[in-house]
């Protein structure tokens, strides 16, 4: 089915809700909402979030300007799903590694594929909430069978609840992340609060541990995967003039991420300056807290995302 069918489709189903459309990006599908309270961007592929934008505000979220809307290739930016593994999937732990045959993609597979929006929903004109879902069956490269569901609440806060279902007959594990790039003014002029006294892994520096003694302020490429942290981070934007708070349910891990100068350089879909624009902080389940599911069981994490004045 092409995407303007696609649309028709969804047109149909959906054409009594007001501030609902359904636009193309080059070769991908996208729900763009807009009520009373924010403004967001969602994509079919991967059912990735693309945009939040409270009303009077920047953005929340950081999407690149040279992403080439692709299928079969996430969006730089934004939230995507990474599942069933995180990262380069040598870096997982054994009990992920032995479920599959060979080397495996970084960051798993279902932020490439295309999942099916089964509702959408308008409690009032400030809250919009939209369901996502992808049922995979075992194949070649995924040998389980599982139901994925994706929650998204739009409004004054950004609400998101990542769920999955076992409905395999055997047990399977996984590792994830709800990979969220946030948008600043500039790195120099942000820091992170919540992360102090914790224990993280530097990747940068052969996977030691160390721990955060203050405050984290970022003058360097930071790769670094911090464990059991508090439910709540928060993000704060001295130009911006505003804390982002994150907070997050079953998801005791946090990855904090910037590429820095020498890596922008490398990666695609990505300015040699956009460092300077955006930070990584995304809620995990990473290493010796992967989840593993018996056949009906489901797991589920929450964050929900809020932008305060800073006082």
Known sequence: MGIEQQIRKLQEKFH?????????????????????????????????????????????????????????????????????????????????????????????????LEWSLDSISSPNKSITVLKFSLNIAPNEDFPFRVQLELYVSVGATLEIEFRVLNTDTKNFCFTSALHSYFNISETSNTSVTGLEGINYLDTLDNWCTKTEPNKFVFDDEVDRVYQNVPNEVRLIDSVYERTLSITNTHSPDMVVWNPWIEKSKQLNQFDSNDYKKMLCLESANLLDNLCELSPGDSYRTRIIIRSSELV
Not at 76 to 90: A, D, K, L, N, Q
């Open 16 to 112: 009594a809700l007001n501030g609902i459309e359904f636009n193309q990006y080059n070769e991908l599908l996208a729900v763009d909402i807009n009520n009373d309270s924010a403004e967001a961007t969602i994509f079919l592929q991967g059912a990735q979030i693309s945009k939040y934008q409270p009303k009077g505000q920047a953005p929340v979220l950081w999407l690149s300007e040279y992403c080439e809307f692709r299928k079969g290739s996430p969006l730089r930016g934004g939230i995507p799903i990474c599942w069933p593994w995180f990262s380069e999937f040598e870096k997982n732990p054994e009990a992920i590694k032995k479920q599959y045959n060979g080397s495996q993609p970084a960051h798993g597979f279902v932020r490439k």
